[in-house]
């Protein structure tokens, strides 16, 4: 068990180490190290660059991406990160630097098990296969900006986030496959990994619940602030959403959260920036714009209840320094952290 695995209220923070970069990092995203290979971290900034480190935070690739970087995501079976930003998607290669595969706004990016990459194109979403340099194909136009993508049903369906709901397409039909909708403005969704639930973060303050099977809908709201982050936990169980300065987690065992009451995590009173589940347990960690590091081991919470960090450290401690992106390591062994005043760091539990 690493040490990460041991979260208790007597444990501290120590950072590992500190890669200083010349950008506040927007976006985070770690690779797992296939056999003879090297962990990677992809960073991305909107001052035009993307930037690629090991697990000790040496730099390894940098490149400029025209438009900065908003979303990263690594491809599981190829060592491809797709980044998005306001000018479009870009793919970085190792050895081949980065190549861009589609214009307009792009907040979100998604792949599939098998390398199929989706991502946001303005008004649509688009499907690409990187390692061929060609789209497969795109979806009709949604009625605003596609706030976020991803896949359905193993890859075989493609579910799109904006205005009005969401929608989920096939290859080779313009109908969408399921229509969910939502009079409303979309900021984020999510999908549980069993396929039971799909959720919507909104910019009313408010959650929008579907059980995928028979179409049953709920709605949580009147949360502190617009919902710009919805993830669920490696289980499925849990799911976190960001709203200002409290995330609440919500427990989605059984019939699902209707009618229940969240865990309230209280921590960042200037307003939670970023938030990341750990990879197998129920950790959540969350960035604050008051520089604060907080972890909650989930499951001692009490629903309806105000929940203190499990433990927590002030990484950022000058003025006005807050955090703007948080991941946890492939393995869970440490946080990793990016800050507005421009530094990566990488965070262990001890």
Not at 229 to 243: K, Y
């Amino acid at each position: 068990m690493s040490a990460v695995a041991q979260l208790s209220t007597a444990h501290r923070v120590r950072a590992e180490w500190v890669a200083a970069l010349d950008d506040v990092p927007l976006a985070l995203d770690v690779r797992a190290a296939g056999p003879g290979e090297v962990p990677l971290i992809a960073v991305g900034g909107g001052q035009e660059w993307l930037s690629i480190h090991d697990l000790e935070g040496d730099l390894v690739d940098r490149q400029v991406v025209p438009g900065g970087v908003l979303a990263l995501a690594w491809s599981a079976p190829q060592r491809i990160v797709a980044a998005g930003g306001t000018a479009g998607a870009w793919v970085w290669h190792e050895g081949r630097g980065v190549t861009q595969v589609s214009t307009g706004w792009c907040s979100a990016v998604a792949w599939t098990g098998t390398g199929r990459l989706a991502v946001a194109a303005g008004r649509t979403a688009s499907v690409l296969d990187p390692a061929a340099a060609g789209q497969l194909w795109s979806t009709p136009e949604q009625p605003s900006t596609v706030t976020d993508v991803l896949w359905l049903r193993d890859g075989r369906e493609l579910a799109v986030a904006a205005y009005g709901g969401i929608c989920a397409y096939t290859r080779g039909r313009r109908a969408p496959a399921r229509h969910l909708p939502y009079a409303g403005s979309l900021l984020s969704a999510a999908a549980s990994p069993d396929g039971r639930w799909m959720i919507s973060g909104n910019q009313d303050a408010s959650l929008h619940v579907w059980r995928l099977r028979d179409g049953a809908e709920f709605e949580m709201a009147g949360l502190p602030g617009k919902v710009s982050r919805v993830a669920f936990d490696a289980s499925g169980r849990w799911l976190a959403a960001n709203s200002s300065a409290e995330s609440t987690v919500w427990d989605f065992s059984g019939r699902g959260p209707a009618g229940t009451s969240p865990r309230v995590l209280t921590a960042h009173p200037d307003g939670a920036t970023a938030l990341a589940w750990h990879p197998a347990e129920p950790w959540l960690a969350t960035g604050g714009a008051d520089g604060v590091l907080a972890v909650w081991d989930v499951t001692r919470a009490v629903p309806g209840r105000p929940q203190a960090p499990t433990w927590s450290a002030t990484v950022a401690p000058a003025a006005r320094r807050g955090i703007s992106a948080v991941t946890w390591s492939a393995g869970g062994a440490q946080v990793l952290v990016g800050t507005t005043d421009g530094d990566l760091a990488a965070y262990r539990v001890v």
